[in-house]
Structure formats: structure tokens, C-alpha cells
């Protein structure tokens, strides 16, 4: 069959086989598909850097029936659609458009008839010259020497215009990382390529390194072995998309829903969310099936909160459950197996990870402990219970269990009221009896302090006793650990949630304590700055990731500047810059320098 795609017209009544074969003599065959009676052949040559030809071919039969008929081939490339109306006069049809119409990507092609029904359809994927972003990386100097310090700048255009967006920056030892770049997944190979495919895409990086006509009849066969319908043209042409299943996320939320004791949705009640130990107090009202959410919210690792709802009579005779699991993310279309690493690949990367690490612990610079091999030989003693005390389980003063709690049910109070030894109850607040306080003890529900709400002290009948897990006491110096505060006692109440229970089974009475997972903070990079009195120091450089920058923002101009210093391996260096415009122009550049000792 030759390099790329193959077409013929079969004669009707006529079958066909296809013979493969191979250069060790093998061969394949396999039965052809019977031409039907009448009908047309869609075929693309995508062959030519500049320019893209679509070939509608009728056979006789069709030819005849639907002579002038009006003929519609629709390209959907990159959200836009492009349609070319013909008049069927010649059973043969070339339809040639420049790609610079079209968007870089796959594109999808269906042949229409005067009813709007497709009759063929096929993929193709774009390069169209001049829709991607034009990126340049420009260092200081040609060569460096080792430890030497290097600037880069780089600068991101679109057309003829500045391009200002968001990229991302890594700088390599190449020959300590040596990688194939026709294996890379980048951000082209993903975005305008992979994501697109049905199937797996091996060396999706090859079909971006190699622009010749060898590549591009590379990517037309990928097209045609991978390629799927994806969406019925009917909604297309009717401009009818259905609702996105998952919008946008603009921040972080937390929802749950509002019943009442009897479980009937609550509607119109409101709730607030009110952050521990401080800040501002948000509210929401409840809809008719009662639920809420708290949208567009930021907050950093594990953030503690208390959910409050009131009816609409103000009561807080509701029970509340928090939705913390969220729904599960969009599978992406492909699933693509990670490249395999070769063996010399990773031993090479592993033994300079060995000799960094040695490095670092000779000088005394490596955090953390190094750790041996533990087995364990045992189980977990029934003593050590779950609870949420900063001094752990077991050095609680008092503690009593979800057993002997829910033994009489009904009020917390009614479960501990002579019973949580050294502790007494006025309306629900918990005080210190032996030795006496001067006021309420401190309260804690899975890690986070009760604050008192509308001036009173917090009322541990909001939690009901068939969701407690432990309950234990604090005083004098087991106390301390909680700051001044402490000198009444501290009162650590543990729930079923806190202590592994499913939170969708969970639900509390008028408060729920929430321990919510707010934005990871990202450490810095570590890259060393090396002076006149550190770059001859003794310690040896065997770094292999020079420089890491996840977040490069550029100016309104494109551009922005970066500094770092060699390690101590001379060899070739790769700069990867990669990323995306403020207008979703994508770009990818790779940049390399030489280290001379």
C-alpha cells in the first residue's frame, strides 16, 4: 500500500481482499467490506504543509440517481466549523482549503447530503502554520563553566503581537536525564493530539518533532486506526449542546445539605459556616431540597469550620451532613500507558540520585531522618482509641467510650452527667468540678475549638450521643498543651466522622464541625546560589534537575527573566519551556547550552 492513505473504487457485485506483507516474508490477509450498491468514497490528502484536499468520489449508480444535487462537506477544527457547499455534477469532487483556516488539531470532516444527513465522515489532524505561539528562549552567553551563573530570558509572541501568558520552566542535565523526545508527552502531544484519540498514542511527541511529509502521512494513518465519532452532527447544526456536567471550578466549596429531625429537606432554612479558631461568617440559604453550598472559597491545607442551620422560625432543631466527597473526576478520553523507561535511562538517573544524596549528608545539608526497614509483629492494643487530642490517646485524665455513651442515649448530658468523672453540666455546658474552674472548660469536636456562638458557651447537646466516639478530659498540665485558655480543663470530644466513620453517614444536630482540604501550599524549588566563598567549595555538585519553575507569568510584553547556577557536571543543558497564551494559544520551545569545564 505505499506510505499513507490508500482508496479505490470498488465495482459493485465484487469482493476484495487486502494483502499485507511484511519484510520477514510474512503475510496478512483479510476480507474487504462488500461495496454496497451506491454511494460515495470521502478521502483526504493532507499531505502538503500548506494546503488540505478533500476528494468526494460517487459511483456510478449514486452518480446518476443524484446528479445537481447539492452536497455539503463539514469541518469541525477546533470549536469552529467551515462548510463548503458543491453541486454534484461530476462524480469526481476536489474541495482544497488553505490550513491557515483552520485550527492546529484534529479536525472532523462528514460529507452531508441536500437532507442533512452524513453520509461519510473522517479525521484529520491540522498543522495549520501560524497557530501557535512563537517562543524564544535566549541565555546570557553561549557556554558556561560549572557553577557559573545563567540568565535566561524568554519572550512568548503570537503572530505579529506580544503573547503574555502563564508557562511553565525546567532546566535539565541532559546527559544525567537523557530522555527521547519522540516519547515526551507535552503539552501539544495532550492538548491538540492524545486527549482527542480514542486508543493509546505510542511516541505522541513524534508527530510535533517531525514536520516532513513522512510525519504527516504518519499522523493521517494514526487517524484513520484511531479516530471515532464523538458527537451526533444533529446538535452541531442545531446549535444544541447538552448542560456541562462539571462547570468551571473558581474556588473551593462546601455543601451539604439541611433536613429536619424527621428527615424532611428543609427549605429556606439558614445556615452559616463559621471558620475556626476566627474569621468572617458566611451564610446561605437552604433551596427547596434543602441543600447549600459555599462557593468560591480559599483556603490553604486543613482548614477547620462549623456548619450552624436554623429553620425559618430560627430553631436550631435540624440536622445537617456535610457532602466532603466530591464527584468523581472526568476520565480523560485516552489513557495512554507512561513511555517505557529503558534500563540504561533510570540507572543512569539512579546512580546520580545515589551520589547527590551521599553528597548531602556528608556535608550535613540532607532534611529528615533516614529511616530502616520496620516489621511489624503486632497488632494495635484496644487502649490506643481514636481521639483527636493534640497529646494523643492514653494520656487523657478521664476518658469514656462510644459504648458506655450510647448505654443511655438521648442527650449527650443525660450520657455523661455524673458519669464524665471530675465534670459537671449547667444547660448543656461543661465545667470543671474537681478542682473547681473559674468558668466553662474549652471544647474541642475532632480537632476544632467550639467558639461560643451569640455570646453563649457551646452547648454539647448540639452533638448527638450516637455520634460520639470518645469523649475525654484535660486538666492542669495534660491541659497546657492548648495555651492559656486551658486553665478550666478542655473537654475532647471525638464523633464517629472524626474517627473513620463514612462522613455520608454522618449527620449532627444543629452544629456539625468540618475539617475541610483547602490549597496545597507549594514549596520553592531549591537551587543554590553560589559566591566567590561557596563555588569552591569542597561539596560536589551532582544535581540533575538544575532549575524548576511551575508558574513562569510573563509581562504584558511576553517576556520575563530567570537566574540560576550550573552544577558541576560539564555537558549539554536543557531549557523546556511550555505553556499557554491569555488566549489559549499553546506554545512549547526547547533550548540547549553547553557546560565546559
Known amino acids: 500500500l505505499g506510505m499513507g492513505s490508500f482508496y479505490f473504487l470498488p465495482q459493485e457485485g465484487k469482493t476484495y481482499k487486502a494483502v499485507v506483507t511484511f519484510a520477514n516474508g510474512t503475510e496478512n490477509t483479510a476480507d474487504l467490506p462488500v461495496a454496497e450498491d451506491k454511494g460515495m468514497v470521502l478521502a483526504v490528502d493532507n499531505r502538503q504543509a500548506d494546503t488540505f484536499y478533500a476528494g ?33 455534477d461530476n462524480p469526481q469532487l476536489i474541495v482544497h482549503l488553505p490550513k491557515s483556516a483552520l485550527k492546529t488539531g484534529v479536525a472532523q470532516i462528514t460529507l452531508f447530503n441536500s437532507k442533512g444527513e452524513p453520509l461519510n465522515e473522517r479525521l484529520a489532524f491540522i498543522q495549520s502554520p501560524g497557530n501557535q505561539l512563537n517562543m524564544r528562549v535566549q541565555s546570557n552567553k553561549p557556554s558556561y563553566k560549572p557553577r557559573e551563573n545563567v540568565k535566561l530570558d524568554i519572550a512568548s509572541a503570537f503572530k505579529d503581537g506580544a503573547a503574555p501568558g502563564h508557562f511553565s520552566l525546567s532546566v535539565v542535565n541532559e546527559g544525567k536525564v537523557p530522555v527521547d523526545e519522540n516519547d515526551e508527552t507535552t503539552i501539544l502531544s495532550y492538548l491538540l493530539l492524545s486527549s482527542d484519540l480514542k486508543g493509546a498514542v505510542e511516541q505522541p511527541n513524534f508527530y510535533f518533532t517531525d514536520t516532513t511529509a513522512y510525519g504527516r ?15 451526533s452532527w444533529k ?9 456541562l456536567a462539571f462547570q ?22 439558614v445556615i452559616s459556616l463559621i471558620p475556626q479558631p476566627s474569621g468572617p461568617v458566611l451564610t446561605a440559604t437552604t433551596d427547596g431540597k434543602g441543600l447549600f453550598k459555599f462557593q468560591n472559597l480559599a483556603f490553604t491545607d486543613s482548614a477547620h469550620f462549623v456548619l450552624s442551620a436554623v429553620n425559618a422560625k430560627g430553631r436550631n432543631s435540624t440536622k445537617i451532613i456535610w457532602f466532603e466527597d466530591k464527584p468523581e473526576p472526568v476520565a480523560p478520553v485516552n489513557q495512554s500507558p507512561k513511555p517505557v523507561i529503558t534500563d540504561s535511562t533510570m540507572a543512569a538517573y539512579i546512580s546520580n540520585d545515589k551520589l547527590e544524596q551521599s553528597e548531602l549528608i556528608k556535608y550535613g545539608h540532607l532534611k529528615g531522618i533516614s529511616l ?56 448543656g455546658v461543661a465545667y470543671l468540678r474537681s478542682p473547681p474552674g473559674d468558668g466553662p472548660m474549652m471544647v474541642f469536636v475532632d480537632g476544632a475549638e467550639m467558639s461560643p456562638l451569640g455570646g453563649s458557651p457551646f452547648d454539647i447537646n448540639m452533638i448527638p450521643s450516637s455520634q460520639v466516639e470518645t469523649i475525654e478530659v484535660l486538666k492542669a498540665g495534660n491541659a497546657s498543651i492548648y495555651g492559656e485558655g486551658a486553665n478550666n480543663g478542655v473537654l475532647i470530644i471525638t464523633t464517629k466522622q472524626g474517627g473513620g466513620r463514612s462522613i455520608k453517614d454522618v449527620a449532627a444536630i444543629g452544629v456539625l464541625p468540618v475539617t475541610a482540604m483547602g490549597f496545597y501550599k507549594a514549596r520553592e524549588f531549591y537551587s543554590p546560589k553560589y559566591t566567590s566563598a561557596t563555588v569552591n567549595s569542597q561539596q560536589r555538585d551532582f544535581r540533575s534537575t538544575l532549575f524548576w519553575k511551575p508558574e513562569l507569568v510573563t509581562d504584558e510584553n511576553g517576556r520575563a527573566s530567570i537566574a540560576y547556577y550550573n552544577a558541576d557536571a560539564a555537558g549539554t543543558y536543557k531549557v523546556i519551556v511550555e505553556g499557554i497564551d491569555n488566549d489559549g494559544h499553546l506554545g512549547r520551545v526547547v533550548y540547549r547550552y553547553v557546560v565546559a569545564n
Open 235 to 243: 446538535q452541531v447544526l442545531a446549535n444544541n449542546y447538552p448542560p
Open 248 to 269: 468551571p471550578e473558581k474556588g473551593l466549596e462546601i455543601n451539604g445539605q439541611v433536613t429536619g429531625l424527621f428527615g424532611k429537606a428543609l427549605a429556606k432554612g
Open 217 to 231: 502521512n504518519s499522523l493521517d494513518i494514526l487517524m484513520l486506526t484511531q479516530g471515532y465519532r464523538r458527537f
Open 372 to 427: 530502616k526497614q520496620v516489621t511489624i509483629k503486632d497488632k494495635k492494643r484496644d487502649d490506643q482509641y481514636r481521639t483527636q487530642s493534640l497529646i494523643g490517646a492514653g494520656h487523657a485524665d478521664v476518658v469514656m467510650h462510644a459504648d458506655e455513651i450510647e448505654r443511655i442515649g438521648g442527650p449527650l448530658v443525660n450520657s455523661l452527667e455524673g458519669r464524665l468523672h471530675s465534670v459537671g453540666f449547667v444547660n
Open 56 to 88: 468526494i468520489f460517487a459511483n456510478k449508480v449514486y452518480f446518476e440517481e443524484n446528479k445537481g444535487e447539492t452536497i455539503s462537506l463539514v469541518i469541525y477544527s477546533g470549536g469552529e466549523t467551515s462548510v463548503v457547499n458543491s453541486s454534484l
